[in-house]
Structure formats: C-alpha cells, structure tokens
C-alpha cells in the first residue's frame, strides 16, 4: 500500500482551512500529552478525524493512539484528496512512518472546527510545524456543468426534510431517495444496486464536493469547483468501479447522475508549503 492510501486508510472519506497558525495566535488546549506510540499497531481516536463535519461532543478531550504525526497535520488543517498530493513531497520520511499517541484536554466542550485550531497551536509547539499558503498555476481539472444551469437528478438544492439527526452515532442509513442521512460531510451508503458504492452527501457545498472527488477516484490531478453553483446542495453518486462492468464509471455517473463534469485546464491552485517540522519534544 502506498502512503497516500495508508493516509486515507485512517482518515475516513467523509473547505480546505489552510493558513499558518503559530503557536499562541489562537485556541489551544490546556494540558497536552505526545508520545511515541507503542500501540502494537492498534490505531483508535475518540472521534472521527476526516475533513467531514461528523463528531463526538466528548468535554474537551482529544484522544488518539497509534497515529503518524501526517494524520494529525490532515485533521488540523482539514486536508482532502488533491490536497495530499502536494504536500506529501514536502515532508521528511519519519512524519508518515513514526507514529504517535496524543492525549489533550481544553475547557468546555469544543466543536470540531475548534478542536481542529487546538491541533494545529499543538503542532506548532511540540512538533515546530510551520506552514503556509501559495496559490499556484497547475494543471487542474475543472468541475463544470454539463448543461449550463442544470443539475442531475442526484444534485439538488438541500433540502431541510427530512431533518438531520442529532444522535451522529447513528449508522450511514440512507433517505427514502437514497440520499445520506446526516449532514456531517461525506458518507458511504448503502448502494441501490449491489456491488456498486454509493456515497454522498447532504449541506454541502459544491466547493467541498469537487475537493472530495480526488478521494474517491484517482483522478491525477486537483478538482477546482468552477460550476458557477452556490449555496448548500445534497448528492449521491453511485458508481462501478470493478473493470469491464457494466455498470457506470466513475466519471459516467459524474456526468448522468450529477450532471457534472471533468474538463483539464491549467489554473490557480491554493497548495500548502511546509516551512518547517521536527521530531516532537514529548512529555
């Protein structure tokens, strides 16, 4: 298995937050704790770290074991597919290989986006984790509509029935019209045609769907939303991936299902560039 797929093996599928946060500059836990991991290969955290929405309100607590530190920079900075790609070059060997354990505590109870500033001000003291942002020109693909000003039937305006539970431990069960139940970012669902995958999901933008796109196909290049489209939206996208299926592909359902599609340009691209990171100081 490569590193980008180890990556993904731990960061669930589930807007990109990119910009330096030093230390200090903004929240940061109260009591933190990292140590070389010596989990024996047993990899746990006390909530989902993917760039998704899902959580845990867990009373400030931060717990994760067994993890390579590239995993906590993904959660920081809510990396996604394309986003990988880019920095994964930049890094010393060790920050994908040596793993961690990292026990932290704040006040109250933090929502994730603010678990995830804890993190970077924690990354930034014990392991001198230093970025920043560049926009660069790169070949891209562009997420455009098929039609100008039309959807597919799997790409539509949110809508707030049914509403979205509060229990976010429920299972990904999907609607009645096969759509995810919950709004927390990305989610497999049961296919409605067995040995497909289907996933999806509901209040989203279409901004966060193309940076999802990368992740679940590899598509060689970073998605840029350039469909014009704004405002929150619900998808699902059901697909064959085995070879010589008939079922569709992946981008043949991108096309019929969401009315969507991939066109290669070269164009802006926000990347993130490591300044600096070192083995941590542990306590």
Request: charged share 20%; with cysteine; glycine share 10%.
């Amino acid at each position: 298995m490569d590193v980008r797929a180890a990556l993904w093996s731990q960061v669930p599928v589930a807007l990109l937050l990119f910009g330096q946060m030093a230390f200090g500059a903004g929240p940061a836990f109260d009591v933190a704790s990292v140590k070389p991991s010596k989990s024996d290969g047993v990899v746990a955290s006390n909530f989902t770290l993917g760039p998704g929405d899902r959580y845990i309100p867990n009373g400030g607590l931060f717990s994760a074991t067994g993890l390579p530190l590239i995993t906590y920079i993904s959660f920081a900075y809510r990396m996604m597919g394309s986003d990988m790609q880019y920095l994964l070059p930049q890094l010393p060997g060790w920050v994908t290989t040596e793993r961690f354990d990292i026990q932290a505590r704040a006040e109250g109870n933090p929502g994730k986006s603010e678990m995830r500033l804890m993190m970077r001000a924690l990354l930034a003291e014990r392991f001198g984790l230093a970025v920043h942002n560049e926009t660069r020109e790169a070949p891209v693909l562009a997420l455009v509509l098929v039609k100008p000003g039309k959807t597919g039937p799997q790409l539509r305006a949110h809508r707030e029935e049914p509403p979205c539970p509060s229990d976010i431990m429920q299972p990904p069960v999907p609607t009645s019209d096969g759509f995810p139940l919950l709004c927390v970012g990305l989610l497999d669902v049961p296919p409605q045609v067995p040995g497909r995958r289907r996933v999806g999901a509901r209040r989203t933008t279409l901004q966060f769907i193309a940076a999802s796109l990368d992740g679940l196909e590899d598509l060689g290049r970073p998605v840029v939303d350039q469909t014009g489209l704004e405002g929150n939206f619900d998808f699902a996208i059901e697909w064959d991936a085995a070879p010589d299926s008939p079922g569709p592909s992946f981008q043949e359902a991108l096309r019929e299902q969401l009315g969507l599609k991939l066109e290669a340009r070269k164009g802006p691209f926000e990347v993130i560039v490591l300044d600096h990171v070192q083995r941590p100081s542990v306590n």
